[in-house]
């Protein structure tokens, strides 16, 4: 096997609006399993499309060292497809039932070739990743987004391509599904790149590359030995910067010192000639050379305060900006003895029956596997999906946060986005909300289709949120997906300001945790309702 899996040479790449994303771009991928990490906008999921040939460059070269698998990070398929066709065996697996059953027309062999145990490798491939082996017989609008994401893994596991791309492999899936996808990566016998912000997925890979910049810098070895790697560069960075800082404030003080000297020079020169105690060629001579000299004496300070100044910009460059949101949102609020939302002999569509009640601010978790549920409870409760039977009472205004993030107007802007849901707020206002959810000035005009997954998720948070009237009862569907590692950090502190009720679905317990729930409603396999505690 070849030492490199990918190749990209002095590639460069804009969005159409003119917004570059990369500049005469280098970058060698070795044939290992490698990560890719980075702030949402910095051009991973991009790298990758480039990659698996979805985008072209508008200059420079990429090569790959064999066949392309690439599993995007919305996989979104006709929800009437059928699963043999979406894995491209439903011709192969038509054409051996036919011989089969007696059929020898030479077409169907020429179908078959030598897929003969196709649908055996595919049953195969649907186990290992968890899912039924009924799914093959199903439509793909009768899968959660988890199965989709697992269908789509499965697919690439029956192709087995040389180089394997994914993004964001791990969202939308449970516990198990985690666990399944993690095995899967370990075990794969060729090169891989996955775009992920799952420390265990990290953790599992050889190398993991960060993007920033419109660069690419590697580290060794999974997530722990990368974070161990980037805290000791950052504590380096803030030495250096508090080193630079007092070394640019010391040449600052000694350019002030200098323009004082010359200052004194300048009105002694002054007195001698209005003296005139020399001759006039000799004083004209020595005012030039005064000049020249002075000229010298400022070049030199200005040289070293110019210096001084690029080593401290150089210095806070290497910094990490900390990104934080910092809203008041007490419109929100909801008085604690409030019923919120109540149902009554409320049965999905799935055949769920839910017997729920919120009263105040609660925070419910809503938890269990993929396709139990989970998201049709949400999208019922919201009234965008009406129940097989019963009443869901809404006592307060809800929005709902989908998984897909399909609230926001690609063609508007950011801040149209916002502004078209709270109308009557004044655009200045809206600015300034917007941010501190980190659209700050020309960001926030930018058009929503041209967000990466984690600035659409915090457009589409700051478009909820900021909703004028707001909402008292705020539903999320898996909000930490497609988020990088500041933006979770964002998020959990946009949350911690909201002061209605929230009804979330995750799969993140740890999220769960930091967001504080008080309680936690399971679905069980069967699209039972387990319980709530």
């Known amino acids: 096997m070849s030492n490199l899996a990918i190749s990209l040479s002095s590639v460069s790449f804009a969005w159409s609006d003119g917004t570059p994303v990369f500049s005469e771009l280098d970058l060698l991928v070795p044939a290992e399993r490698c990560g890719l990490v980075g702030l949402s906008g910095a051009g991973k999921s991009t790298l990758l499309r480039l990659i698996s040939g979805e985008l072209a460059p508008a200059s420079g070269h990429i090569l790959v060292s064999g066949e392309v698998g690439y599993l995007p990070q919305d996989l979104t398929l006709d929800a009437d497809l059928g699963v043999a066709e979406f894995l491209g065996i439903a011709r192969v697996v038509e054409a051996i039932r036919a011989v089969d059953r007696g059929a020898a027309d030479p077409e169907y062999f020429d179908v078959i070739g030598d897929d003969w145990d196709v649908e055996h490798r595919a049953l195969a491939a649907l186990f290992r990743l968890g899912l039924p082996a009924d799914a093959l017989s199903r439509r793909v609008g009768q899968l959660s987004g988890g199965e989709v994401t697992q269908l789509g893994l499965a697919r690439l596991l029956i192709r087995e391509p040389d180089v394997l791309l994914l993004d964001e492999p791990t969202n939308n899936l449970d516990a198990d599904a985690r666990v399944r996808l993690y095995d899967m990566v370990a075990a794969w016998p060729h090169p891989l790149l996955a775009v992920s912000h799952d420390r265990e997925l990290l953790e599992r890979l050889d190398r993991i590359g960060d993007v920033r910049g419109g660069e690419v810098r590697w580290y060794g070895g999974g997530y722990r030995a990368y974070a161990e790697q980037v805290a000791a560069e950052q504590e380096a960075a803030k030495q250096a910067v508090t080193t630079a800082r007092a070394e640019l404030r010391r040449q600052q003080a000694d ?208 478009m909820v949120l900021l909703a004028d009237p707001p909402a008292q009862l705020l539903l999320l569907d898996e909000p930490t997906n497609n988020l990088d590692f500041a933006s979770y950090n964002a998020l959990v502190s946009a949350l911690s300001a909201y002061r209605g009720a929230l009804l979330v679905a995750s799969h993140d317990r740890t999220f769960l945790d930091e967001l504080g729930v008080a309680r936690v409603m399971e679905f069980a396999p069967s699209n039972d309702l387990a319980g709530a505690g």
């Open 255 to 462: 350019r002030v010192d200098a323009e004082r000297t010359l200052a004194r020079r300048k009105r002694y020169a002054a007195k001698m000639y209005a003296n005139k105690r020399e001759p006039r060629a000799v004083m004209k001579l020595r005012r030039r050379s005064a000049q020249e000299s002075a000229a010298a004496y400022r070049r030199t300070h200005e040289d070293r305060l110019d210096a001084a100044q690029t080593r401290f910009e150089d210095a806070q460059s290497r910094l990490r900006e900390a990104r934080s949101i910092h809203v008041d949102l007490p419109a929100t609020e909801v008085p604690a003895a409030r019923i919120v939302l109540t149902t009554h002999d409320l049965v999905l569509r799935t055949g769920t029956e839910v017997s729920l009640d919120v009263v105040g601010p609660e925070r419910i978790a809503v938890v269990g596997p993929n396709g139990s549920g989970k998201t049709t409870m949400l999208h019922t409760l919201a009234g965008l999906i009406a129940p097989a039977s019963g009443i869901v009472d809404l006592r307060v205004r809800a929005r709902l946060l989908p998984q897909r993030i399909d609230v926001l107007d690609g063609e508007l802007s950011v801040y149209d986005n916002v502004l078209r849901r709270s109308p009557g707020v004044s655009p200045n206002a809206v600015r300034a909300q917007l941010a501190r959810f980190l659209f700050r000035g020309n960001a926030a005009d930018r058009l929503a289709d041209g967000l990466s997954g984690g600035e659409r998720f915090r457009a589409a948070l700051a």
